[in-house]
């Protein structure tokens, strides 16, 4: 079944340690985003591909680093987590050809960064 | 830049009444727009969405939501909800000329009391 996947779901990890959001779609898509979401807020862009080895930044200004490497991949990495890091990590894919700009979200990974 | 607006922040609805929330966005050329659906610690699920056409659009569980270009909304109703449909709704605006990238409203939690 054509999927969005990101793991781990939830992370506990204490400040300093360097960590890596996994995002894989089976569905073919050549878009890839990542969305940061604090409690009970908005949904704010912080990186987007439109293929592989294309990056950028998004919105919302973030530490993090992304890497397109295959289609279907499309992890986030913090080097240095800081508890301000702490929030809920969205990860969503479309494709250029459909009709109209329709994303599909993973499950999210809430991370804490203690 | 196109931007959007949920103007209740919370609702609070019984179970059966009936349900509408507000959207109203801004973009220069004709938008698509989306409602999104999430339970709480879930990703986001996609409700409906309006491309061209027909104004009033159906989506899952029962919703429907209205384009109105004059009033610049996409407003959501249910006529009848469930406990199941407490959640929080994002309206979301989006365009292929910005990459098929999303922006999001605020979102509207919903409450159900039995």
């Known amino acids: 079944e054509a999927d969005i996947y990101q793991t781990p779901r939830y992370l506990v990890i204490g400040t300093g340690k360097k960590i890596t959001l996994e995002c894989s779609q089976t569905?073919?898509?050549?878009?890839m985003y990542w969305y940061q979401q604090d409690p009970g807020m908005e949904l704010h862009l912080i990186h987007y591909?439109?293929?592989?080895?294309?990056?950028e930044k998004g919105d919302l200004s973030s530490e993090s680093t992304v890497s397109r490497i295959r289609t279907e991949h499309f992890p986030l990495t913090l080097e240095s987590a800081r508890p301000s890091h702490t929030s809920q990590y969205l990860c969503?894919?479309?494709?250029?050809?459909?009709?109209?700009?329709?994303?599909?979200f993973g499950q999210g990974t809430r991370l804490t960064v203690v | 830049a196109q931007s959007v607006t949920q103007p209740d922040i919370h609702i609070t609805v019984s179970e059966g009444a009936s349900l509408e929330l507000r959207c109203n966005y801004s973009?220069?050329?004709?938008?698509?727009l989306f409602w999104y659906v999430q339970s709480p610690g879930q990703g986001l699920q996609l409700l409906l969405k309006?491309?061209?056409?027909?104004?009033l659009v159906q989506g899952i569980k029962g919703f429907e939501a209205e384009f109105k270009r004059s009033q610049s909304s996409f407003n959501l109703r249910k006529p009848s909800v469930h406990w199941s449909d407490a959640a929080e709704y994002f309206c979301?605006?989006?365009?292929?000329?910005?990459?098929?990238?999303?922006?999001f409203g605020g979102g509207t939690r919903v409450l159900v009391k039995p």
């Open positions: 979301a605006v989006g365009a292929r000329a910005a990459g098929n990238k999303l922006t």
């Open positions: 569905m073919g898509h050549d878009k």
């Open positions: 591909s439109y293929g592989v080895n294309s990056t």
């Open positions: 969503a894919s479309s494709a250029s050809g459909s009709p109209g700009p329709e994303a599909f």
């Open positions: 973009y220069g050329a004709t938008p698509y």
């Open positions: 309006y491309f061209s056409g027909d104004t």
